[in-house]
């Protein structure tokens, strides 16, 4: 079985009109990011020609784990299943945590692996649309802070977002793109974390469950 989203075009978009993007049930964690980010592009209208190529199959490959995927296009419809059982028309090897950066050259067809490495980039949303966006998806996820505040240095100085309200806080400070890819799940928030690239101010045990809900947000689960 699988999962689907259907996500309409926007405005100005060509007639087709929708993307069907379905994810097998219980996927692995690989399926759902691509899954995720290819709902992204079609919810936000990113690169939807090639979202509705014909048949075509590419597959995509971590470079440095055994996880592996195979996304199939139809038309407008694109299905993404675990492990590699075809002979594909593409293969990408890709950094899962660094935005689907290749990191070998493409095999097979190289415009379809292009076309796809584009849908595989959708626009990042700004910081504070992001945060809103994580916080609606992870409130709900037990242990987690009554309040979180995004806390960044743009151009007019130090902006904040609070989200929330309570008696527990939690803060994180970084860089309002390193904010956005957090928030929006596009980046890692453990392999931000672990780049020194975010600061953080609040208990283990808070960090622990932040890190849960992004990963909720991250793999759309």
Sequence with gaps: MTETTTAPAVSGADAAGEVDVRIEEDATPIVRLLGRTLRDSARTGHALAALRKPTATVAIRSHDTPQAATITFGSGVVEVAGGVLVDPDATLTVDLNARFAPAAAPEGDADL????????????????????????????????????????????????????????????AGAPETLAGVFSGTDDMLAVLSSGALGLQGTLSQLSVLIGASWKVRYDV
């Design 113 to 172: 692996a292009a076309d796809v490495l584009l849908a595989l980039a959708p626009p990042i949303p700004d910081w504070q649309a992001a945060a809103e966006h994580f916080w609606t998806a992870a409130r709900a996820v037990p242990g987690i802070p009554d309040v979180l505040i995004a806390v960044t240095e743009g151009a007019d100085g130090i902006e904040q977002v609070v989200l929330g309200e309570g008696t527990t806080h939690y803060l994180i």
